[in-house]
């Protein structure tokens, strides 16, 4: 066992680890922050993605042990007023809600690399999220209102 330092939107946190302890678990078990869902566990949905350094990271799939003293952002890390959290609302882009803080996170790293993306970018960026209740068409839309919101702004 062996501790590592994270700081988690903004709050830093001590995590007991060993070397085979998944970022995810340290998320969800240590620091609280369960808004970071385990869907498939093996890297092939995206529901557990974190911005490292405004790098997604899958984080079921992530030994926590390589993140000492990273800085991570998590879908409950955003600001009231995020742009990509109010064009999920209203766009209608959820039902069970399960898969969205991941679909979150993606579309925030899409949006610093491509400010004024179009569907197509979008599309391939969020190609390795999953929503099981099929929720893709209000999704994109939603992206594509967050860009445009943050290019009006
Ligand atoms: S839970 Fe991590 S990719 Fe599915
Ligand atoms: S909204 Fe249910 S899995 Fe995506």
Known sequence: ????????????????????????????????TTGVREGCGVGACGACTVLVDGMSVSSCLTLAERYDGARITTAAGLPRDDEVVASFVECGAM?????????????????????????????????????????YAEIRRAVLAAARKRAAR
Do not use: W
């Open 95 to 135: 039902q069970c809600g399960y898969c969205i803080p991941g679909f979150v996170m993606m579309a925030h790293e899409l949006l610093a690399e491509n400010p004024a993306p179009k569907e197509e970018d979008v599309v391939n960026h969020l190609e390795g999220n999953i929503c099981r209740c099929g929720t």
């Open 1 to 32: 066992m062996s501790r590592i330092s994270l700081v988690v939107d903004g709050n830093p946190y001590v995590a007991e680890v060993t070397d085979s302890t998944m970022l995810l678990d340290v998320l969800r078990d240590q620091t609280g």
